[in-house]
């Protein structure tokens, strides 16, 4: 039998995203899930009547510059050792940063913003913010505030969020959310799930609920592209998978045939090529002059390809929603956050390139039709998280710490709007308590934690949420 050396598949990349992509199909596509003839009817590209999005800031975030602001005049510099709180905002030096909590312009129709921000968020000043600001959205988003974590760690905030399990040590326990809604949902739609610079897991579904992950929009492209000649399967084992074409002869050969690996890997071979065949790698060239509104929309005409900014990587979000290409799409939208040091004008850039972004996608998907009707904001939930916040505090080199409560931020289908739940202290912004049935406060409630969160999302849409072991957050269902 032939074998693959490394240096051959180093020397020959295209080949080598073409096999990573039939086996990601193989996957993600087939095993134990949607049939090919699934597939290949999804190819006109009919969008799902609900859609997610999983937005992850990367480090752990600075929930006074952003979600759970603190007004400087009380939370004066001379009280920090009563109520341990620094909002800091002093030390924005950026003219695009205020230095007081951000008030919401009214929205006509709406009535007053019940939300305010942190002055990462982005305020609706147009010298300062051409394009408005997420603040803008507030009639379409729920604030979720003093979120406990029970965690200090990255990989175990991150991974808690992304399941709503806590991790066994720092491992993943249980099935991504995004995974649970495909698992549950079964979407005729080409890539049920992406995932970009975000981890995907599946513990008790089949291979099409997995996602197709991504380090980047040209690794997307690149997955997607049609194959070439260079890009032919060429190996002998390659070849007697496809040559057994339902034929089994041997005992060996019936278990590689009957609905063993060798069937799996025809027909996901052919899903793959469907899928390549109908160019969905060209929906996310956004250099093609077919795709010109799109670069203007998020700004992306003075950059190259291929476009890894945050505004780039909402884009690669909003193509593939409303191109009918997936359902689910978690996104790394915001990196460089551990910041344990130095002033708070890094962190507050670093997330204003997030949030600049997400308005975009938000923008995007309110002017959107959807083919069901409405919008296609009407139609998607987003949630927003990082693995936990900062301390409220400023340390002695000019950084935050790793802190116990967080927030999250939940906007579009499913949940009431303008609405802020939960609460965390006016002394350390410990996590607050709550009557979980109501969402008042309660000195004798209870902690909001990231299962409730998850357990939410999926209700929104009336999925099934047991395996999170808790009650949603039913006072948010819309």
């Given at each position: 039998?032939?074998?693959?050396?490394?240096?051959?598949?180093?020397?020959c990349?295209?080949?080598?995203?073409?096999?990573?992509?039939?086996?990601?199909?193989?996957?993600?596509?087939?095993?134990?899930?949607?049939?090919?003839?699934?597939v290949?009817?999804?190819?006109?590209?009919a969008?799902?009547?609900?859609?997610?999005?999983?937005?992850?800031?990367?480090g752990?975030?600075?929930?006074l510059?952003?979600?759970?602001?603190?007004?400087?005049?009380?939370?004066?510099?001379?009280?920090v050792?009563?109520?341990?709180?620094?909002?800091?905002?002093?030390?924005?030096?950026?003219?695009?940063?205020?230095?007081?909590?951000?008030?919401?312009?009214?929205?006509a129709g709406?009535?007053?913003s019940?939300?305010?921000?942190?002055?990462?968020?982005?305020?609706?000043?147009?010298?300062?913010?051409?394009?408005?600001?997420?603040?803008?959205?507030?009639?379409?988003?729920?604030?979720?505030?003093?979120?406990?974590m029970?965690?200090?760690?990255?990989?175990?905030?991150?991974?808690?969020?992304?399941t709503?399990?806590?991790?066994?040590?720092?491992?993943?326990?249980?099935?991504?959310?995004?995974?649970?809604?495909?698992?549950?949902?079964?979407?005729?739609?080409?890539?049920?799930?992406?995932?970009?610079?975000?981890?995907?897991?599946?513990?008790?579904?089949?291979g099409?609920?997995?996602?197709?992950?991504?380090?980047?929009?040209?690794?997307?492209?690149l997955?997607?592209?049609?194959?070439?000649?260079?890009?032919?399967l060429?190996?002998?084992?390659e070849?007697?998978?496809?040559?057994?074409?339902?034929?089994?002869?041997?005992?060996?050969?019936?278990?590689?045939?009957?609905?063993?690996?060798g069937?799996?890997?025809?027909?996901?071979?052919?899903?793959?090529?469907?899928?390549?065949?109908?160019?969905?790698?060209?929906?996310?060239?956004?250099?093609?002059?077919?795709?010109?509104?799109?670069?203007?929309?998020?700004?992306?005409?003075?950059?190259?390809?291929?476009?890894?900014s945050?505004?780039?990587?909402?884009?690669?979000?909003?193509?593939?929603?409303?191109?009918?290409?997936?359902?689910?799409?978690?996104?790394?939208?915001?990196?460089?956050?551990?910041t344990?040091?130095?002033?708070?004008?890094?962190?507050?850039?670093?997330?204003?390139?997030?949030f600049?972004?997400?308005?975009?996608?938000?923008?995007d998907?309110?002017?959107?039709?959807?083919?069901?009707?409405?919008?296609?904001?009407?139609?998607?939930?987003?949630?927003?998280?990082?693995?936990?916040?900062?301390?409220?505090?400023?340390?002695?080199?000019g950084?935050?710490?790793?802190?116990l409560?967080?927030?999250?931020?939940?906007?579009?289908?499913g949940?009431?709007?303008?609405?802020v739940?939960?609460?965390?202290?006016?002394?350390?912004?410990?996590?607050?308590?709550?009557?979980?049935?109501?969402?008042?406060?309660?000195?004798?409630?209870?902690?909001?934690?990231?299962?409730?969160?998850?357990?939410?999302?999926?209700?929104?849409?009336?999925?099934d949420?047991?395996?999170?072991?808790?009650?949603?957050?039913?006072?948010?269902?819309?």
């Amino acid at each position: 039998m032939k074998k693959t050396r490394q240096d051959d598949l180093v020397s020959c990349p295209e080949r080598r995203t073409f096999l990573k992509a039939g086996a990601g199909f193989m996957g993600s596509l087939l095993l134990g899930g949607i049939p090919f003839k699934a597939v290949a009817q999804a190819t006109n590209l009919a969008a799902p009547d609900r859609c997610f999005v999983f937005v992850y800031f990367s480090g752990g975030w600075d929930q006074l510059l952003a979600l759970d602001p603190r007004d400087p005049a009380v939370f004066t510099a001379d009280r920090v050792s009563e109520t341990r709180i620094m909002p800091g905002y002093n030390l924005l030096t950026d003219s695009r940063f205020q230095q007081v909590p951000i008030v919401p312009k009214e929205k006509a129709g709406v009535g007053p913003s019940n939300i305010l921000f942190g002055p990462a968020i982005g305020d609706t000043n147009p010298s300062t913010s051409p394009n408005g600001s997420l603040s803008d959205h507030y009639d379409l988003m729920t604030v979720v505030r003093g979120i406990n974590m029970s965690t200090l760690t990255h990989e175990v905030g991150y991974r808690y969020f992304l399941t709503g399990k806590m991790p066994i040590g720092s491992a993943a326990r249980g099935s991504s959310t995004a995974t649970e809604i495909v698992g549950q949902m079964k979407p005729a739609v080409p890539i049920p799930s992406i995932a970009q610079g975000v981890e995907s897991y599946n513990d008790r579904y089949g291979g099409y609920a997995n996602a197709l992950r991504v380090s980047g929009l040209a690794d997307l492209v690149l997955t997607l592209d049609p194959p070439s000649a260079a890009r032919q399967l060429d190996s002998e084992i390659e070849k007697s998978l496809i040559d057994l074409n339902g034929q089994p002869i041997t005992c060996e050969e019936q278990a590689l045939t009957a609905r063993g690996v060798g069937t799996a890997y025809e027909s996901s071979r052919g899903q793959m090529q469907t899928v390549m065949e109908n160019k969905l790698s060209d929906s996310f060239r956004f250099q093609l002059a077919a795709n010109q509104s799109v670069r203007e929309f998020y700004g992306l005409t003075n950059q190259s390809y291929p476009y890894n900014s945050a505004a780039g990587r909402a884009a690669m979000v909003a193509t593939a929603l409303k191109k009918g290409i997936s359902q689910c799409v978690s996104i790394n939208l915001a990196g460089g956050l551990d910041t344990h040091f130095g002033t708070q004008q890094t962190h507050a850039t670093n997330q204003r390139a997030g949030f600049d972004a997400l308005n975009l996608l938000v923008k995007d998907l309110r002017a959107t039709d959807h083919p069901s009707g409405g919008k296609f904001m009407d139609h998607t939930t987003i949630l927003v998280f990082s693995e936990f916040a900062r301390t409220p505090t400023i340390n002695a080199t000019g950084g935050r710490d790793h802190h116990l409560s967080n927030s999250c931020l939940l906007i579009g289908a499913g949940i009431k709007h303008n609405l802020v739940v939960g609460r965390s202290g006016d002394i350390g912004m410990s996590p607050g308590l709550v009557d979980l049935r109501t969402g008042a406060i309660d000195p004798n409630g209870s902690n909001i934690f990231p299962e409730h969160i998850i357990a939410t999302v999926l209700a929104s849409a009336k999925l099934d949420y047991s395996i999170t072991r808790v009650d949603p957050l039913r006072f948010i269902l819309a």
